[in-house]
């Protein structure tokens, strides 16, 4: 597609329930990232992927949340038993490889609210 | 590990005014620096980039330069117009993390007022 495509845009769920996030990178683009944006900690990394591997998963915050990526290509981050504190915008992005310098596209978002 | 810091605002101008939004990082490697501009309502876009020292970016009338000596990328434009506003974020990206993947700082809210 012409841009990082990511769904749903909007989510609502309650406390407890697992939620999955999807993203559809930029065709041809080997490496994926995703992000988490809230209004207390601005964008924080949370993992990113070459292929399909995931070398860096430093960022995830506990291990209620995972990711995988399939086919070098689309990718879904999963938030098992849902926060409150899970609230927040999930943004994926993507480039064309993991090199310092490469440009980094986002998608617009996909805006997690727990209850 | 690596950081940014940048003036967290928010920050109002009146229309033509100079915009100067200050941006200064500590890398383990030799980074690239990048501004991403997110328009209310939209995510994410990168506004310009400068890969090594002393390099300019530029668009849209905005302009950044890459000062290793003193470890800034400033964001500055000219004469804002109601249409630049919007939070600016300065981030890089360095191999010394291991990862290449982007540090931001907190973001500036610029607020620009006919």
């Known amino acids: 597609g012409a841009g990082v495509s990511q769904s749903p845009s909007n989510k609502v769920t309650e406390k407890g329930k697992d939620v999955e996030l999807r993203c559809d990178p930029i065709?041809?683009?080997?490496?994926l990232y995703w992000y988490r944006q809230s209004l207390g900690q601005g964008l924080e990394f949370l993992i990113y992927f070459q292929g399909n591997s995931a070398p860096d998963k430093s960022g995830l915050p506990s291990d209620r949340f995972s990711a995988e990526r399939t086919g070098g290509s689309v990718s879904t981050l999963t938030i098992q038993r849902t926060q409150q504190e899970d609230s927040a915008v999930y943004l994926c992005?993507?480039?064309?490889?993991?090199?310092?310098?490469?440009?980094?596209?986002f998608g617009e978002g996909s805006w997690l609210t727990v209850v | 590990g690596d950081s940014v810091t940048q003036m967290e605002g928010p920050v109002t101008l009146s229309e033509e005014a100079f915009l100067t939004i200050n941006c200064t990082y500590t890398a383990t490697g030799y980074p690239s620096l990048f501004w991403y501009v997110q328009y209310p309502g939209e995510g994410l876009q990168l506004l310009l980039k400068?890969?090594?020292?002393?390099d300019k970016g530029s668009n849209k009338g905005f302009e950044a330069t890459y000062r290793k000596e003193t470890t800034s990328f400033h964001l500055e434009k000219g004469s804002v117009q109601v249409s630049d506003s919007a939070v600016y974020f300065c981030a890089l990206s360095d191999s010394g993390a291991g990862s290449y993947q982007l540090t931001f700082g907190k973001g500036t809210k610029l607020s620009v007022i006919p």
């Open positions: 992005a993507s480039s064309l490889a993991a090199e310092v310098g490469n440009t980094i596209y």
């Open positions: 065709s041809g683009h080997t490496a």
């Open positions: 400068a890969t090594k020292a002393d």
